[in-house]
């Protein structure tokens, strides 16, 4: 059992800034990834960046250049940089960790923080 907890959403204009963070616990190892989702409303849950546990690092095309996923090992905490925000990055953003071994591999998924661009 994997408990993430997420914090950082709000709302913002267009072209500010936001780091979500998201603080893991429980049954912590053997991590493949982490990584943040986001959905809109009427759109299916899409992949926004993924960092695996060599730290390789992989983003959506629609925010290279503008976010960063990071992790801290020693705090278990996963962040997601947001620069640059667009009204288009408007969506409920979720935490990703999966864990488990080759044979019997485990999902887990944050309650979701509400990230809303306007003017």
């Known amino acids: 059992q994997v408990q993430l907890v997420e914090s950082g959403g709000g709302l913002v204009q267009p072209g500010g800034s936001l780091r979500l963070s998201c603080a893991a616990s429980g049954s912590i190892f053997n991590i493949y990834a982490m990584g943040w989702y986001r959905q809109a409303p009427g759109k299916q849950r899409e992949l926004v960046a993924v960092i695996t546990l060599s730290g390789t690092t992989n983003y959506a095309d629609s925010v290279k250049g503008r976010f960063i996923i990071s992790r801290d090992n020693a705090k278990n905490t996963l962040y997601l940089q947001m620069n640059s925000l667009k009204p288009e990055d408007t969506a409920v953003y979720y935490c990703?960790?999966?864990?488990?071994?080759?044979?019997?591999?485990?999902?887990?998924w944050g309650q979701g923080t509400q990230v809303t661009v306007s003017s």
């Open positions: 990703n960790l999966e864990r488990g071994t080759a044979s019997a591999r485990y999902v887990y």
